[in-house]
Every structure is written in C-alpha cells, then in structure tokens.
C-alpha cells in the first residue's frame, strides 16, 4: 500500500496540479478559437500540427487522470468510508467518460475546437471533483498518518 499521510496528500496535490496543467495547455493549443467555429477554417498545415498536439495533449490527460484515479482509490482503500469511497470511485468514472466521449468526438471530426470546448467542462469538473472529494481523502489520509516521534 502506497505510505499515508504527508506523503500521499502531496502526490495527490502534485497530481492534481499536472492535470490541471494539461488541461490549460490543451485550452491554450488553439489560438483562433475565437474567431473560428471549427479546425476546417484553419490552414491545412496549422490544422495538422493543432491536431497532432491536441490529441497528444488529451492523451497525456487521459492517462494522467486514469492513473491519479487508481492511486486514490489504492489511497482510499482501507481509510475511508465505503459510502464515501463509492462515491468518489463513481465521480472518477463520470471524469473518465468526459474524456473518453471528448476522444470519441476528436477522432471522428478532428476539430479541436469542439475538444478544446470539451476539456473546458473536464477542467470544471476537475476543480469541483477535487473540492468535492479530494478535501475529504485528504482529511483521511491526515488522519491516518503516524504521529511524530517525541
């Protein structure tokens, strides 16, 4: 089991800062967002490298939340309540579908505008999920921690 307290709540928070970052850079891959409705409006050969990033980038996002997820979860385990636990587990898995749905929509179209519109409500969903949830995992794993030596 990974350790508790101090240590687990810094990865969780440094977890939760790379995620944020990563949606940040994907918003921040399109600057013609404002003046264009869809990728189809772009030069070929801007559209090819926005595409490439966007996609990489939402990658990156996707395998840095699955795997944030599964630490929590490991974190959880044992420390905290099963209704809490579930929950948790089940806002995980509604984050885990934005993306995957987002990634569905990219691979068809390919406008990384609609992606980028879509890691807008992923991002919401980020910050909500961590003052939801993640304020509560982290009182557990204070909790559990082992008291300092006298």
Do not use: W
């Not at 490439?52 to 996707?62: D, P, T």
């Not at 406008?111 to 879509?118: K, T, Y």
């Not at 999920?129 to 909790?143: G, W």
């Amino acid at each position: 089991m990974p350790p508790i307290g101090e240590n687990a709540i810094a990865r969780i928070r440094r977890d939760h800062a790379h995620m944020l970052q990563l949606t940040e850079r994907i918003r921040a891959e399109c600057t013609e967002q404002e003046v264009r409705d869809s990728c189809k409006d772009c030069a070929p050969v801007r559209r090819v490298v926005c595409r490439g990033n966007v996609e990489q980038l939402i990658r990156s996002l996707v395998e840095t939340t699955l795997k944030h997820n599964l630490i929590e979860s490991m974190f959880m385990e044992e420390l905290v309540p099963a209704a809490h636990r579930l929950a948790h587990n089940q806002a995980h898995m509604a984050i885990a579908r934005q993306l995957q749905a987002i990634r569905v929509v990219f691979a068809e179209d390919g406008n990384g505008i609609v992606a980028i519109e879509g890691i807008e409500q992923v991002h919401q969903s980020l910050l909500a999920h961590f003052r939801e949830y993640d304020e509560q995992l982290e009182i557990h794993l204070a909790a559990a921690a082992p008291a300092p030596p006298s």
